[in-house]
């Protein structure tokens, strides 16, 4: 890979696109895309100087990482270059580096000063995960005093015996708890560790959470969990066809030491606001049981919505209101038959303190591109990745189409 050392202008006024970019938001915003066509863009993040880093989850012109600068000031990348032998969901600027989340494996890439494009070989930070073909990927988060914290999902939907099959038992207890199904914390600075020799469990019970971010203003750590699927295809004398697709909700966890969320074992039902015991584990709908003694939600969202980033917001662009509340990605559903399709939007939760402060509410829609999604390939675009801009500007990746958006505050 080629390195490139150039001025980053900033003095031009950035403008949305005519339409938005397609996107409907609140009065006062625009959209512009900042870059498009770039691959399957998961994750990203923003250095201080502007310069985007974007994970795929292929490999494309001989890359995992995309590398995006803006050099006159237009509120466009002009320079796009590939990097790495990785692909992945999880990246974040961190001390001088560029970390990277491959499903097996964590990494990172020094970056140089002027220079877009990380130099040297990767160092692994953290590795020994297992191949997995569900819930593979690698988010993370950083807190302020050297840890990372990273997503290992369940192989699995709900620990059956067989998995996805109809009427099968769940295991109990469920063997993939030791090293799936919640969030491992390693030091963000010391190379080659092991999860299961030197990673702690800093929190269990969590099926998979792509979205994951540590709160710097209330120093704490924060996950959406993707609810598990299928209740009436695996368990049709209990549930109907509309109930699985409205159950479970998906879970906004504040996440400590010791957290059990109580997956495999344990739902979410946010049609009656509590956690139930599973059928795989003697449930019924209604039974609550062992799941008494994990923790609940700060908040939830509708079934399958596929939450798959969280964002605190710090800038000063927006409005006030906006201030150290959460955006969430939700990257769509693909299990709500016989309703509809539903999420492909951002989110916004208001926040006072460590906790919500208000309902949740849609932000930016129109990722889609169609009134009504019925099937989640029929999407234009869908949302995954979500980034703050030095100027406090909000980036979103796409990863249907590779496009990665550009939110802007223009009103009064």
Same mark, same amino acid.
Request: aromatic share 12%; with cysteine.
């Given at each position: 890979?080629?390195?490139?050392?150039?001025?980053?202008?900033?003095?031009?006024?950035?403008?949305?696109?005519?339409?938005?970019?397609?996107?409907?938001?609140?009065?006062?915003?625009?959209?512009?895309?900042?870059?498009?066509?770039?691959?399957?863009?998961?994750?990203?993040?923003?250095? %201080? $100087?502007?310069?985007?880093? =974007?994970?795929?989850? +292929?490999?494309?012109? !001989?890359?995992?990482?995309?590398? &995006?600068? #803006?050099?006159?000031?237009?509120?466009?990348?002009?320079?796009?270059?590939?990097?790495?032998?990785?692909?992945?969901?999880?990246?974040?600027?961190?001390?001088?580096?560029?970390?990277?989340?491959?499903?097996?494996?964590?990494?990172?890439?020094?970056?140089?000063?002027?220079?877009?494009?990380?130099?040297?070989?990767?160092?692994?930070?953290?590795?020994?995960?297992?191949?997995?073909?569900?819930?593979?990927?690698?988010?993370?988060?950083?807190?302020?005093?050297?840890?990372?914290?990273?997503?290992?999902?369940?192989? %699995? $939907?709900?620990?059956?015996? =067989?998995?996805?099959? +109809?009427?099968?038992? !769940?295991?109990?207890?469920?063997? &993939?708890? #030791?090293?799936?199904?919640?969030?491992?914390?390693?030091?963000?600075?010391?190379?080659?560790?092991?999860?299961?020799?030197?990673?702690?469990?800093?929190?269990?019970?969590?099926?998979?959470?792509?979205?994951?971010?540590?709160?710097?203003?209330?120093?704490?750590?924060?996950?959406?969990?993707?609810?598990?699927?299928?209740?009436?295809?695996?368990?049709?004398?209990?549930?109907?066809?509309?109930?699985?697709?409205?159950?479970?909700?998906?879970?906004?966890?504040?996440?400590?030491?010791?957290?059990?969320?109580?997956?495999?074992?344990?739902?979410?039902?946010?049609?009656?606001? +509590?956690?139930?015991?599973?059928?795989?584990?003697?449930?019924?709908?209604?039974?609550?049981?062992?799941?008494?003694?994990?923790?609940?939600?700060?908040?939830?969202?509708?079934?399958?919505?596929?939450?798959?980033?969280?964002?605190?917001?710090?800038?000063?662009?927006?409005?006030?209101?906006?201030?150290?509340?959460?955006?969430?990605?939700?990257?769509?559903?693909?299990?709500?038959?016989?309703?509809?399709?539903?999420?492909?939007?951002?989110?916004?939760?208001?926040?006072?303190?460590?906790?919500?402060?208000?309902?949740?509410?849609?932000?930016?829609?129109?990722?889609?591109?169609?009134?009504?999604?019925?099937?989640?390939?029929?999407?234009?675009?869908?949302?995954?990745?979500?980034?703050?801009?030095?100027?406090?500007?909000?980036?979103?990746?796409?990863?249907?189409?590779?496009?990665?958006?550009?939110?802007?505050?223009?009103?009064?």
């Amino acid at each position: 890979m080629f390195l490139v050392a150039c001025q980053v202008k900033t003095d031009s006024k950035i403008t949305g696109d005519k339409d938005n970019a397609g996107l409907k938001l609140p009065d006062g915003f625009s959209a512009l895309i900042f870059a498009d066509s770039l691959g399957h863009a998961r994750h990203l993040d923003v250095n %201080s $100087n502007g310069d985007v880093y =974007v994970s795929l989850s +292929k490999v494309k012109n !001989g890359g995992g990482i995309v590398c &995006l600068r #803006d050099t006159n000031g237009d509120g466009r990348a002009d320079i796009i270059k590939y990097h790495g032998i990785y692909d992945g969901t999880g990246i974040m600027v961190h001390k001088g580096y560029v970390y990277f989340g491959a499903d097996t494996i964590i990494v990172r890439f020094k970056l140089t000063k002027g220079e877009l494009i990380p130099t040297g070989q990767p160092e692994v930070i953290a590795k020994g995960f297992d191949h997995q073909n569900e819930h593979s990927t690698k988010p993370f988060t950083f807190d302020l005093t050297g840890n990372i914290y990273v997503t290992v999902g369940a192989p %699995s $939907n709900a620990c059956q015996m =067989v998995d996805r099959t +109809k009427g099968s038992p !769940g295991m109990d207890p469920c063997p &993939l708890l #030791d090293l799936h199904g919640g969030i491992w914390r390693f030091n963000d600075d010391k190379l080659n560790q092991d999860q299961a020799k030197d990673g702690y469990r800093y929190s269990t019970g969590i099926r998979n959470a792509v979205a994951i971010r540590w709160n710097n203003l209330e120093n704490k750590l924060y996950a959406i969990q993707h609810g598990r699927d299928q209740l009436s295809q695996l368990f049709p004398e209990m549930y109907t066809d509309k109930q699985s697709a409205e159950l479970p909700a998906e879970e906004f966890l504040q996440v400590s030491d010791g957290s059990n969320f109580g997956w495999p074992y344990c739902y979410y039902d946010g049609i009656h606001h +509590k956690r139930v015991l599973a059928p795989e584990y003697g449930g019924n709908g209604t039974k609550v049981d062992r799941c008494s003694a994990t923790k609940d939600p700060i908040m939830t969202f509708p079934a399958h919505f596929a939450p798959n980033d969280v964002l605190f917001y710090t800038g000063t662009m927006f409005p006030e209101k906006y201030k150290n509340g959460a955006f969430i990605a939700f990257h769509g559903s693909w299990n709500r038959a016989p309703l509809p399709q539903k999420g492909y939007c951002i989110v916004f939760v208001p926040f006072k303190g460590s906790m919500p402060s208000g309902s949740w509410e849609i932000f930016a829609d129109g990722f889609s591109g169609i009134p009504v999604v019925n099937s989640p390939g029929d999407a234009k675009h869908r949302p995954c990745g979500l980034a703050q801009g030095p100027d406090g500007s909000l980036y979103i990746a796409d990863d249907t189409a590779g496009r990665i958006y550009r939110i802007i505050y223009n009103g009064k």
